[in-house]
């Protein structure tokens, strides 16, 4: 296969360091430059360790959104800032290079719904549309011919899976919806600040960001694309003692009496034959552990009678499948490549 | 004040060595015995660090629900495994003495409750109606004439405090009701088992014991006592990795629209005197780390408008106020004393 | 006993945290006023939580090296950064109050050592000569006079103690000390530091400051002392994943062969009747959880006949016995105080 | 490539886990069996997870040290008990197949040896002399020959490889030698014991085993021949609240003054070249977090100029260079194929 020159903007945070990992594998995307704005001018090896010696021997560029960027690689992973993704969308788009962004910038179709939650005009309307949301077992078929990816954060994965097919079946009532989700302190980010001490983070744990996180508009977005109509929900967010990992506990109303054999037949249906998603047998449940440092995304659905519920249950790696290595999963599709390809 | 002889059958659980280190430093609960099984014949220094070496010297006598055990004391606290406290309940109060059970044996007043969460029929439903239930900002009037307390778990715990309130306040569907409550692993005992070791509890978490754990017949008996009906919830209990450190988040749907400053006041009006509850100033949120090593809860409410439902928030260390503690708490009032004696 | 008005200044830090839970609790030493810079204006709820109600509502006020501060308390404790220390005692001392400094400022009494370890002259050399060394443990009877005490850290105490009956004995290499210590993260304060977040700390340990960590000054001064002769070691720190724990291995050369309880029996005619000192029964060695929230410090002692070394074991938590209460055990001595108060 | 039929006996075990995920990705070990004692009959997804789905689905076999299972493949890796791989080895040895045990049972050479560490005659001391010690770096060339590889132990790797180019140069006092070494819980298996609940090892640290630890008896067997003398050492093991890591801190005497230059020149001399060994830049110092889930090792040198010592660091990962992944790098040079197959 022919390689592709591909370049990481922003590299200092976990998701850039995870993604440097993933990458550094991939047996197609071949590492061509990594601009970053304040570790500019260190080398790989400073901010990411294990790389290979030509990789950990490579300089960190500065970072510009600009024509000169663009020349310099065809497949471009931006793991900046949320709000930073931006001019580089554009310039790089311009150029007609494909574009991967982590951030946040580019997963909410409608500008209306991206200012509701981030209190601002969207810096590029007219670019999101062409954006495709990157969870490839929701959106395999348009991912294929994406040119400007929004890869999708970690609590969304976590609720969108799941809940996707009992949405689309219309197993449940679609304002009954509440999910507990518990985030690995890595999913707050890199940043210094006295919050994320482990001081402050071991022996701990916390809700935080209620009653309305900024990623609740990707997630109500996306179920309701799959529910067809509108979806709101009650999401809690919480931080707890560990560094990577994810757990969402979903429930949700049941129009009907079910039995955990159906439920777990339809999770089957929508995702037995997907590489990624592990639908683990009746009686077991999601453990963090289970999928630390992979790409995988276990689900579980179990009913409960007495209060005529259905209990979801999703486990996956906040830097892995819910960031860097899915990333990695959906552009391999955009690139014509193997879905697995450096994921395995 | 007069000392009470008090004694501790069973101590080397993780709720054991809690309360002895409660009872070391109570001023009017004075140990007089410990009794176990397995560790008859130890000296406490061998089960618990950091005692006074009156205590650290005493040695475990062999633990019989019998005649003689009841003359040792005045004041029992059972620390035993659930399902082995009654028959010493049976001899104390034959005897009696007062009791204070840590176990779940005497939690449910309703044998039938009993049967369906425990599957055997109780070993001695006439003690049943003579228990209570052991939150004194729940049961306080009770608790001053109690002779046997059921001391309550540590999930009841952190989901009845906050919630009762708004159920006596008719505020909230009780058939909305769901909580997700995240433990430290000391909630599952000091249990010699393969998924308690520190390399399957650290950086993993889970969900367990869904859709009906055993402590859900206690918690619904109390809620449906707050709320004058039958209240039926839907409750996922979670293991993280720390220690100790309980965290329950609560969604519930409101009958009318609410504020937060309304649901901030309820709390406030319930619990603003309580010496041990700690309702969090508007935009706080409960955090484990606040609470560890103390006989405090914190709560706090949140409105969703979006989705018309009530969030409350509670933390609570498992071994102080969701075990320990609170039973020595219980045991301050049944005994005459002040509430806070021991527990500051 | 009459009540001594007792000033923190400092109080955001890790150290100034615990002293401020130590002093709630202590019965004699009354909190009159916390004084800090980053914090002034804040209530101590805001840095510290479970104070009683009291305590909770005081405010910070802004901390001055004045007289005006020094008329506000007798005795006071300084629980800010090293360096920071210096101008407060000048003008605590010269208003002739008693100062408890929590920082290294005053623990080398030689100006000269002081420049070594900190690059620049000391900056009140008058006052080295007033300062006693704050181990109860060895400078008891000085500390019953002190009016500055110069609180130890923490990696010293655990080495200091051990180590010191042994040196006074004679039986080991002076040239042949080596102790390899291993800290809680909360050693390194409450810095808001990328090195510091959790991502970095947790699933980690390295060493650090080698071969001359700045503590090794006043380590060599308290063995110098004891051995009547000069001592030089190799201190090697390293950070664990633990907020709380301090752990010393250390090796010596024997003169002459000796017998396991021959050094057990040394540490007990040393410290058997102290307080706070547990030396372990032969075949137990220190834990850090079992000092955790205490003022105890745990010893042991253990041939190794292989290679006629001594190894010395000690085991405190570095914010207790480490840092703050060991400052409270102090400041007891100073004021006439019972050793224990407020410490059990 | 030609595949080799690969069979692991032994699974359940930490060592085990880690090892089969090594073998899942390497191209030329195929694994065609697992047998097990305690597993028996399960598949293999019920005992690791994240297996490609035709791995996760072969069928655990009933472990037999016999002809019939010495049939099944080529390549067989013992990861069994210490003491319970001897009886395998004679059985597959007879029949002519390859072996890498990574129990302790090979490790010494010396039938004496072993019966001072493990208390009883060795069970096949004619097959010591054919074992070859599996640490690439120093034994390369027999490995490359060897039909029984002992593969070593995590604490042994991380003391010989640092030690043995200054052993060798002669710059140490052979009977100076102090290693305090930690380990994450992991090194200590996953065996059913109170003392590796999450419960004991979170929040604490003790060293064990001293003075005489087992695997004492193979670290001082490879530097006495890096020495070209008999060499005795002081070795203090300690566990530290992780899962995975291990880092050594080994001080020693010096002969003669030396530089840190010096020092680090000898490491890169040494391992400049080795693929998995990270000789750091000076000023830098091993981290376990850098060296998790890999087959590297850290290594850094600091010359003490005032106590005329040399102080080494050591970092890898107790289940990867300590354990599996070099138990896989050995066969990789038995089996003729590049060193680095299926490690990167």
């Known amino acids: 296969m022919q390689s592709v020159r591909t370049a990481v903007v922003g590299a200092s945070g976990y998701s850039g360091q995870e993604l440097l990992h993933y990458l550094a594998r991939h047996p197609v995307f071949k590492l061509a430059l990594v601009a970053a704005k304040s570790t500019a001018g260190q080398k790989l090896a400073q901010i990411v360790h294990g790389l290979p010696k ?40 311009e150029a007609g290079k494909m574009v991967v962004d982590l951030s946040a910038d580019f997963r909410t179709t409608d500008p209306a719904v991206y200012k509701e939650f981030y209190d601002h005009d969207h810096p590029a309307p007219a670019l999101l549309k062409e954006a495709v949301y990157g969870i490839p077992e929701i959106h395999r078929d348009r991912l294929k011919s994406a040119k400007l990816i929004a890869a999708p954060g970690c609590f969304p994965t976590s609720i969108i899976v799941p809940l996707a097919p009992f949405l689309r079946a ?105 590489p990624f998603v592990e639908v683990l047998p009746p009686g ?54 193997e879905e697995k390809l450096g994921l395995e």
């Open 170 to 274: 219309g197993w449940i009532e679609p304002d009954s919806i509440v999910s507990s989700s518990m985030s690995g302190a890595s999913g707050a980010g890199r940043k210094v600040e006295l919050r994320l001490l482990f001081g402050e983070v071991s022996d701990n744990m916390y809700a935080y960001s209620v009653p309305k996180h900024r990623h609740l508009g990707e997630i109500e977005q996306e179920l309701s694309l799959a529910a067809g109509q509108k979806v709101t929900i009650t999401f809690t967010p919480h931080i707890v003692p560990m560094h990577r990992g994810m757990l969402s506990t979903i429930t949700a109303r049941l129009k009907q009496t079910r039995a955990d054999a159906e439920a777990h037949q339809l999770l089957l249906e929508a995702y037995g034959s997907e």
């Open 54 to 93: 030509d990789l950990a021997a490579m300089e960190i560029i500065e970072a510009a959104a600009d024509y000169s960027l663009a020349q310099k690689a065809e497949l471009f992973f931006l793991a900046v800032p949320h709000g930073m993704a931006a001019p580089y969308v554009v310039a790089l788009r």
């Open 284 to 337: 077991e449940l999601p453990q963090a552990r289970h999928v630390a440092h992979s790409n995988r995304i276990q689900v579980a659905a179990r009913i409960d009678p007495r209060t005529n519920r259905l209990l979801l249950f999703s486990s996956l790696d906040n830097l892995g499948k819910g960031n860097a290595s899915q990333a990695v999963q959906a552009a391999n599709l955009a690139c014509g490549l």
